[in-house]
């Protein structure tokens, strides 16, 4: 078995595939968590309602909405669901080659004998 097949094997064996899910789970409740605890702290009470249209540069800076933690959190969002979306056809791809190395091993054993 190649160092590849092996290093594959250990990473998709059973007992290592629920705790990356684990992992992958508080990964992605931590950063929500945190862009969600930046959006609260930088929301100000209520304040008082506008009657006319202001200009976004001219808002106070409390009153404008921050785009960072919401890019960040799309991203995370984005990256986390293409790992797993790789680590299922991963997953898949090392089961079809089992697969093919079985029916190769029962190939050779038929035309042998």
Request: no cysteine.
């Given at each position: 078995m190649t160092l590849i097949r092996r290093a594959r094997a250990v990473l998709l064996s059973s007992t290592l595939l629920p705790a990356l899910w684990v992992a992958l789970f508080v990964v992605s409740l931590a950063g929500g968590a945190a862009v969600q605890a930046r959006a609260q702290a930088q929301a100000p009470a209520q304040p008082q309602q506008q009657d006319e249209f202001i200009p976004i540069d001219q808002l106070p800076p409390q009153d404008q909405l921050p785009a960072a933690p919401l890019l960040i959190g799309a991203y995370v969002f984005v990256v986390l669901a293409l790992f797993g979306y790789v680590f299922s056809i991963a997953r898949r791809l090392t089961a079809?080659?089992?697969?093919?190395?079985r029916l190769e091993g029962d190939i050779k054993r038929g035309s042998r004998g």
């Open positions: 079809v080659q089992r697969d093919v190395e």
